[in-house]
């Protein structure tokens, strides 16, 4: 998702660039492993790595055994089985502050400000100096919408022979947001000659560009800075300062199309969806035709799991000429599959395919549902030819055809490409699981098996590593019972 929302960043960008001016003018490999039902045999399958279920807690570690079990999780995203870990850290030793620092980075990750804060607070009663959490205090507070209390604790914040230019940009956020906007671009111009971090000078410079603008319009009324601000908000994903200004726009000025369409932004990236929803409703009221407003409408239907409004709005955008189109069509493409209109997605990822071949990982989707869906491996095929034409030194490209040949039953040359995919990179995942397919379509279980347990070995907490992990287990218990 939050990829996703990157993405769209960039689109809403290049969107409020153009309109300057906008409205003012069995047997399976299990957590803890499977042993080989042969008692002499010493190879072992490796465990799964954890999917969506926590394995069994193990029971009397030590404070430095969950805080380490808890950084192995944190570091592949397991956020929740991280925080689990660090509160067990924090009972053992309840003093310690390294698991409450912990937690509060988990916490943050999952957006749950309310324990992040709490957090914080248990890190200040053991270290009432600690920089980085009094500076996090501050950005969990602004999360919060607890602007007041932010500013308290910026205003408070000790002083220092060289300021942190973060303290110093959030100073001018909050000058900004209260609408005291010299001392803002005086905070913001400090900031930026303190400043020797690329991100933070950069929205620096994103905000003090609202100024700017907003200098160069003739005649223009107060509201339209509060807009311009609230844009530039949006811009540095400080969402809910965006939310705060727009609400006090749209209260005066109800009819600004566009003042709706970053209200909406801005709770979509907050993933309030419903909320989105109801200000690009309101947008489309003022407009029907504009794309952005039918663009974002579908992405918040999808994301609300209206698969079918969905569908009805990207077309809608495609069809006033929304632009990137690729973005549109990688969208319809998702949702086609979702509701199982299987030929309508390989359109539209044939159609992303014609807008765009940069990666010749857009080439998977549709062969996948040409070969497993729509059973049509012509079609698979040539699309896998276009991916080796057009990526000739990629491996991925030779398991493409590899893996399309084997759907034409053509299986020397289905061998042929695999092989070849491997020598170009023998850590392929996907094409040791595609030549373990061919071997057991051939009967070679055991080629088969060593090929499987390749591939899981390679990607073992992966989608690849659990496909080949249901092979090797539903191959392994055929050739036992034989």
Same mark, same amino acid.
């Given at each position: 998702?939050?990829?996703?929302?990157?993405?769209?960043?960039?689109?809403?960008?290049?969107?409020?660039?153009?309109?300057?001016?906008?409205?003012?003018?069995?047997?399976?490999?299990?957590?803890?492993?499977?042993?080989?039902?042969?008692?002499?045999?010493?190879?072992?399958?490796?465990?799964?790595?954890?999917?969506?279920?926590?394995?069994?807690?193990?029971?009397?570690?030590?404070?430095?055994?969950?805080?380490?079990?808890?950084?192995?999780?944190?570091?592949?995203?397991?956020?929740?089985?991280?925080?689990?870990?660090?509160?067990?850290?924090?009972?053992?030793?309840?003093?310690?502050?390294?698991?409450?620092?912990?937690?509060?980075?988990?916490?943050?990750?999952?957006?749950?400000?309310?324990?992040?804060?709490?957090?914080?607070?248990?890190?200040?009663?053991?270290?009432?100096?600690?920089?980085?959490?009094?500076?996090?205090?501050?950005?969990?507070?602004?999360?919060?919408?607890?602007?007041?209390?932010?500013?308290?604790?910026?205003?408070?914040?000790?002083?220092?022979?060289?300021?942190?230019?973060?303290?110093?940009?959030?100073?001018?956020?909050?000058?900004?947001?209260?609408?005291?906007?010299?001392?803002?671009?005086?905070?913001?111009?400090?900031?930026?000659?303190?400043?020797?971090?690329?991100?933070?000078?950069?929205?620096?410079?994103?905000?003090?560009?609202?100024?700017?603008?907003?200098?160069?319009?003739?005649?223009?009324?107060?509201?339209?800075?509060?807009?311009?601000?609230?844009?530039?908000?949006?811009?540095?994903?400080?969402?809910?300062?965006?939310?705060?200004?727009?609400?006090?726009?749209?209260?005066?000025?109800?009819?600004?199309?566009?003042?709706?369409?970053?209200?909406?932004?801005?709770?979509?990236?907050?993933?309030?969806?419903?909320?989105?929803?109801?200000?690009?409703?309101?947008?489309?009221?003022?407009?029907?035709?504009?794309?952005?407003?039918?663009?974002?409408?579908?992405?918040?239907?999808?994301?609300?799991?209206?698969?079918?409004?969905?569908?009805?709005?990207?077309?809608?955008?495609?069809?006033?000429?929304?632009?990137?189109?690729?973005?549109?069509?990688?969208?319809?493409?998702?949702?086609?599959?979702?509701?199982?209109?299987?030929?309508?997605?390989?359109?539209?990822?044939?159609?992303?395919?014609?807008?765009?071949?940069?990666?010749?990982?857009?080439?998977?989707?549709?062969?996948?549902?040409?070969?497993?869906?729509?059973?049509?491996?012509?079609?698979?095929?040539?699309?896998?030819?276009?991916?080796?034409?057009?990526? #000739?030194?990629? %491996?991925?490209? +030779?398991?493409? =055809? @590899?893996?399309? &040949?084997?759907?034409? $039953?053509? !299986?020397?040359? /289905?061998?042929?490409?695999?092989?070849?995919?491997?020598?170009?990179? #023998?850590?392929? %995942?996907?094409? +040791?699981?595609? =030549? @373990?397919?061919? &071997?057991?379509?051939? $009967?070679? !279980?055991?080629? /088969?098996?060593?090929?499987?347990?390749?591939?899981?070995?390679?990607?073992?907490?992966?989608?690849?590593?659990?496909?080949?992990?249901?092979?090797?287990?539903?191959?392994?218990?055929?050739?036992?019972?034989?």
């Amino acid at each position: 998702m939050r990829k996703f929302l990157a993405f769209i960043s960039a689109i809403l960008l290049a969107f409020l660039v153009t309109a300057s001016v906008l409205a003012w003018q069995g047997i399976e490999l299990t957590k803890e492993g499977i042993l080989s039902l042969f008692e002499k045999e010493e190879e072992r399958v490796l465990p799964l790595l954890p999917q969506t279920d926590e394995p069994e807690e193990e029971l009397n570690l030590t404070y430095e055994e969950y805080l380490e079990k808890g950084d192995y999780y944190f570091e592949r995203g397991f956020l929740t089985f991280a925080s689990n870990q660090y509160v067990r850290a924090a009972n053992l030793e309840p003093n310690r502050i390294d698991p409450y620092l912990k937690l509060l980075k988990t916490h943050l990750e999952l957006r749950n400000y309310k324990k992040a804060l709490s957090n914080a607070e248990l890190v200040l009663q053991i270290n009432p100096d600690h920089p980085e959490t009094r500076f996090d205090m501050i950005r969990i507070y602004i999360k919060l919408s607890d602007f007041d209390t932010a500013k308290n604790l910026l205003d408070s914040y000790p002083v220092t022979a060289a300021p942190d230019p973060r303290v110093t940009y959030y100073k001018g956020l909050l000058s900004a947001l209260f609408g005291n906007h010299e001392l803002a671009q005086k905070y913001l111009k400090e900031a930026a000659v303190a400043s020797n971090d690329p991100d933070l000078s950069t929205k620096i410079n994103m905000i003090l560009e609202a100024y700017r603008e907003f200098s160069f319009t003739k005649a223009a009324e107060e509201l339209y800075l509060s807009e311009l601000l609230a844009r530039s908000f949006n811009k540095v994903t400080e969402y809910e300062m965006a939310v705060h200004l727009l609400k006090e726009v749209l209260r005066e000025r109800g009819d600004l199309r566009d003042g709706w369409i970053l209200l909406g932004f801005a709770y979509l990236n907050l993933e309030k969806y419903q909320f989105a929803l109801t200000a690009f409703e309101k947008a489309y009221s003022l407009d029907s035709e504009w794309p952005t407003t039918q663009y974002f409408l579908g992405v918040t239907h999808k994301e609300l799991g209206h698969f079918e409004d969905a569908i009805v709005f990207f077309n809608f955008a495609l069809s006033n000429d929304f632009e990137p189109a690729l973005v549109v069509y990688r969208h319809l493409a998702d949702l086609y599959f979702e509701t199982e209109n299987y030929e309508k997605s390989a359109e539209a990822y044939e159609k992303v395919l014609d807008l765009s071949k940069d990666d010749v990982s857009s080439f998977v989707r549709p062969i996948w549902l040409y070969l497993d869906f729509i059973n049509q491996p012509q079609k698979a095929l040539k699309l896998a030819e276009t991916a080796a034409l057009t990526f #000739p030194d990629s %491996a991925m490209s +030779y398991n493409l =055809l @590899g893996w399309s &040949y084997a759907g034409l $039953g053509e !299986d020397q040359d /289905a061998e042929k490409n695999l092989k070849r995919a491997l020598a170009i990179d #023998p850590n392929l %995942a996907a094409a +040791y699981y595609n =030549l @373990g397919n061919l &071997y057991r379509s051939q $009967g070679r !279980d055991n080629m /088969a098996l060593e090929v499987f347990q390749k591939a899981y070995d390679l990607d073992s907490s992966g989608s690849i590593g659990n496909l080949a992990a249901q092979a090797y287990n539903e191959l392994l218990k055929k050739t036992l019972s034989n």
